[in-house]
Antibody, heavy 121, light 108 residues
Framework: QVQLVQSGTEVKNPGASVKVSCKAS????????LHWVRQAPGQRLEWMGW????????KYSQKFQGRVTITRDTSASTAYMEVSSLRSEDTAVYYC??????????????WGQGTTVTVSS | EIVLTQSPGTLSLSPGERATLSCRAS???????LAWYQQKPGQAPRLLIY???SRATGIPDRFSGSGSGTDFTLTISRLESEDFAVYYC?????????FGPGTKVDIK
């Protein structure tokens, strides 16, 4: 079955970086874009950015530009999202989600299970 | 940035009743680029509607979406017990692909 499996819980100090992985299975990895979305405790969903898995092109929310990097390894069917210069406000559950499209977004039809990142000294 | 506003914030209804959820955008959103999601506590969101009115795979036909421009609606024709959750709209018309604040549908 189609699924996205994310890496496990992370606890980081302020100022550190974190890299979350998202392994896809059950479909052709390069045929769909992937988004990253986060949700702080009790808050709304927040879109961070996405990657055209076919050609590697990325687009980021201006809020995260320069601090977030999304990449992919097509040989491993895995996408990655790295956040640098972590602060307490980055404490959240981070999700990867597959888009139904590749070049244009339509909706996120498959989601990872979420990765909890806690930033605390 | 397109700001999405959802109303009401909370909707208290009984099973079998009809739920009507609103999503209003600060700028016009092409209809192809409006989606609705359901999220239950401790779970990832689930795609319900894309393109403003198309049901995602496996979504029951009691869920329907409508609207265009700046005003969109999600309707649940007859609430079932598993439908009590938080519902988010999201626009893909322009980056960043913002979400609304959500509408919580709870049991009256």
């Amino acid at each position: 079955q189609v699924q996205l499996v994310q890496s496990g819980t992370e606890v980081k100090n302020p100022g550190a970086s974190v890299k979350v992985s998202c392994k896809a299975s059950g479909y052709t990895f390069t045929r769909n874009a992937l988004h990253w979305v986060r949700q702080a405790p009790g808050q709304r969903l927040e879109w961070m950015g996405w990657i055209n898995v076919g050609n590697g092109n990325t687009k980021y929310s201006q809020k995260f530009q320069g601090r977030v990097t999304i990449t992919r390894d097509t040989s491993a069917s895995t996408a990655y999202m790295e956040v640098s210069s972590l602060r307490s406000e980055d404490t959240a559950v981070y999700y990867c989600a597959r888009d139904m499209g590749l070049r244009f977004p339509y909706g996120m039809d498959v989601w990872g299970q979420g990765t909890t990142v806690t930033v605390s000294s | 940035e397109i700001v999405l506003t959802q109303s009401p914030g909370t909707l208290s209804l009984s099973p079998g009743e009809r739920a009507t959820l609103s999503c209003r955008a600060s700028q016009s959103v092409p209809s192809n680029y409006l989606a609705w999601y359901q999220q239950k506590p401790g779970q990832a969101p689930r795609l319900l509607i894309y393109g403003a009115s198309s049901r995602a795979t496996g979504i029951p036909d009691r869920f329907s979406g409508s609207g265009s421009g700046t005003d969109f609606t999600l309707t649940i024709s007859r609430l079932e017990s598993e439908d009590f959750a938080v519902y988010y709209c999201q626009q893909f018309g322009s980056s960043p692909f913002t979400f609304g604040p959500g509408t919580k549908v709870d049991i009256k």
